[in-house]
C-alpha cells in the first residue's frame, strides 16, 4: 500500500507558475505509475499528466507545453510543474499511484490540494 500527500498548491496569477509535489510513503515506490489529475466541482476527475515507471510521461492535449510532470524515485516524489497558468486551471489536484499487483490494478489517491488561478 501506499500513502500520498500532495503540496505546492495555492493561489497564482493568470500566466503565473506553481510547483506541486506528491510524497509518496509505503513501499517500493518505483514500481508504480504516477498521475496527476484535477476536478472542479460539478463535473468529472480529468486526468492531467501521468508518468509510467520508467519516467515517460503523457499529458493531456490541452495542457501539452504548459505542465511538465516529473519523477524523483530516490525522494519518492512526484512533481507537477505548471506554467502559464490560467483561470481554467482552478481546480482540486490529485496525485495518484497505480501498479498491477498478481493480476488486481491497485489504485491509490491523496486528498488532493486547491489550485486557484486568478487576479
Known amino acids: 500500500q501506499v500513502q500520498l500527500v500532495e503540496s505546492g498548491g495555492g493561489l497564482a496569477q493568470p500566466g503565473g507558475s506553481l510547483r506541486l509535489s506528491c510524497a509518496a510513503s509505503g513501499s517500493n515506490f518505483a514500481m508504480y505509475n504516477m498521475g496527476w489529475y484535477r476536478q472542479v466541482p460539478g463535473k468529472e476527475r480529468e486526468m492531467v499528466a501521468t508518468?509510467?515507471?520508467?519516467?515517460?510521461?503523457d499529458y493531456a492535449d490541452s495542457l501539452k507545453g504548459r505542465f511538465t510532470m516529473s519523477r524523483d524515485n530516490a525522494k519518492s516524489t512526484v512533481f507537477l510543474q505548471m506554467n502559464s497558468l490560467k483561470p481554467e486551471d482552478t481546480a482540486v489536484y490529485y496525485c495518484?499511484?497505480?501498479?498491477?499487483?498478481?493480476?488486481?490494478?491497485?489504485?491509490?489517491w491523496g486528498k488532493g490540494t486547491q489550485v486557484t488561478v486568478s487576479s
Open positions: 508518468i509510467s515507471r520508467d519516467g515517460t510521461p
Open positions: 495518484m499511484a497505480s501498479r498491477v499487483i498478481m493480476t488486481s490494478q491497485r489504485t491509490y
